[in-house]
Each structure stands twice: as C-alpha cells, then as structure tokens.
C-alpha cells in the first residue's frame, strides 16, 4: 500500500512539473538571433544606379529581426533602412548590416563604377592608299571612366580591316565606315575612309 501511494505521488508530482511548463503561466523561450546573411556579398553597379540587399535573420523565428545598415563611405554609397543601396561616385565600399539583437553582422562589398557618356574620334573622313595603314585615336570620356575599352570594326573588311588598336589597312579601292564601340554602354563614333589607288597618300584629311 506504501509503495502505491509512492508511485501516486510521483506520477502528480511529474504532472505537476510538466503542466507548470506548458500550461497559462509558462514562458515561452525567447529566440535570439544567431546570424545575419545578405542576399548579395559583392557586386558592381554604376554611379546613381541601386542594388536592394536582402537581409536573412537566423533563426526565423528570431523575436528581434531588425537590421541596421550602414556604408563605410557614404560619399561612395549609401544605404537606407530597407537595405536599398545608391552609387555616388567611383569607388569601392562596404555595406554592413547589423541586426539590434545579438549585434551579429554580415557584409557587402560594392564597387561604384563610372558608365562611359561618349566617345569621339579626332577626325570624321580620311583617305590612304591601297597597302597603307593609319591608327586613329579616339577618345572616351568622362576621362574617369572605369571601362574604356572599344571594340573597333570596318563595314567592308574587303576595302579595309581595323584591328583592336583602331589601326586601318587599305586593301582595295572603295569607301568604307569604321565604327569605334565602347564596350561599356555601346557608344559609337564612325570615321569614313577612302581607300585609294595609283599612288600612295600618307596623310588624313579631316572633314569641317
């Protein structure tokens, strides 16, 4: 009979503990964050062009999930309360994002690059002689434009070829375009060359 009030009073007292953890009065454990990833650690956008970083909070269902942004250079990009980030001008930066709970942080690098606006080259027309070459040079501005590189080519390369240093090769008589394009932004400048036979000319004579 002792022992079965014992094992009685055993089983009450555990229910009572158990219902002290899950009945009204119980505290439900507060999930703290553990770790913030961005959707995006590195990129490059133009000046006055805009990434949106996302910010994953772990666990999910962390109590506490807001971030706070900031940019280790502002006068290169900002980045505003919703993770929105805005180039400025040329340069690299960090993005942090760094959640209230917890201070634990995660990072972006962005590089803010300047678009190419143009480009001309030093003389519209010409003419040279079957065999002769010519180099023109062309100019891509803004001068702190990050990509300068062009793309040359001849709209006949029958009457005259242009290699990837804007250099051109008469090779029959005729007139032909060749077009200097910037890589970055795909701006165009032409310059019409007559190829010419007979006798050789060593001079380009610009157009007014």
């Known amino acids: 009979m002792l022992r079965k009030l014992v094992v009685i009073s055993g ?13 009204p009065n119980a505290k439900e454990e507060i999930k703290h964050v553990s770790e913030v990833r961005l959707s995006v650690t590195s990129a490059s956008i133009n000046v006055m062009e805009e990434i949106v970083l996302n910010a994953e909070v772990i666990p999910e269902n962390a109590e506490n999930k807001k971030i706070n942004w ?4 502002e006068n290169t990009a900002t980045v505003n309360s919703a993770g929105v980030v805005t180039g400025i001008r040329g340069g690299k930066v960090t993005i942090t994002a760094i959640s209230i709970d917890g201070n634990k942080t995660a990072f972006s690098k962005i590089n803010v690059m300047v678009p190419v606006e143009g480009i001309a080259i030093n003389i519209t027309s010409g003419s ?12 891509v501005f803004p001068d702190n434009a990050d990509n300068k590189k062009i793309n040359w080519n001849s709209a006949d390369e029958s009457i005259a070829t242009v290699d990837e240093n804007g250099k051109i090769k008469g090779l029959k008589a005729g007139t032909t375009t060749i077009s200097g394009i910037t890589a970055d932004g795909n701006k165009t400048a032409q310059f019409i060359i007559n190829i010419l036979t007979g006798f050789r000319i060593n001079f380009i004579t610009a157009s007014s």
């Open 128 to 139: 040279i002689a079957v065999g002769d070459e010519i180099i023109l040079n062309a100019e």
């Open 70 to 73: 900031s940019s280790s250079d």
């Open 11 to 23: 089983i009450i007292g555990l229910l009572v503990n158990l219902y002290g953890c899950i009945g």
